[in-house]
């Protein structure tokens, strides 16, 4: 680790539908950093735009001369997986880590990728799930069963 640091990257969005204020994006991320030790730097915010993703790209050309990136929160990332893989490639790339401080993980190769990858696979999958009434059963198609079959059908891109 060198003494450059770590930005904190938040947002103006919704995160999984919820509308985190900045100021507590911020204390989340802050605290993430002082219990590992690391040295933070002030975060970016990502526009409010769906979509966008301007202040990110900033961010990783930024990143030869950081440690690493603390996300607010993983789902944070692009929700395309392929746009995920550039961000996890650029970051190892860059020597440097991605952090997701509400999610309590860090990514630095490959195989915490993977793991990262599982957890937001688990999330879009439990999205799916007649978990506080999120999703219409009668919006099924004909062919799908339930609800997980649906959304593991939409995550293999079927």
């Known amino acids: 680790m ?43 915010v990502e526009h409010a735009m769906p979509g966008s993703y301007m202040i990110l790209e900033n961010l990783l050309d930024e990143l030869p001369r950081l440690d690493g990136v603390i996300f607010f929160s ?32 860090c990514v630095t190769d490959r195989r915490s990728c993977a793991d990262l990858e599982e957890t937001i696979a688990v999330a879009q999958v439990l999205e799916a799930t007649p978990f506080g009434g999120r999703y219409e059963k009668d919006g099924l198609p004909p062919a799908v069963r339930n609800a997980t079959e649906a959304a593991l059908l939409r995550i293999a891109g079927a």
């Not at 690391?38 to 975060?43: C, K, N, P």
């Open 74 to 105: 993983a789902f944070m990332l692009p929700p395309d997986l392929a746009a995920r893989q550039a961000v996890y490639d650029r970051v190892i790339a860059a020597g440097a880590s991605l952090h997701a401080a509400l999610e309590n993980r």
């Open 2 to 44: 060198s003494d450059r640091g770590y930005r904190g990257y938040i947002g103006s969005r919704p995160v999984r539908g919820v509308p985190y204020p900045q100021r507590v994006q911020n204390l989340v991320v802050r605290d993430y950093a002082q219990r590992r030790g690391l040295t933070y730097l002030l975060s970016l």
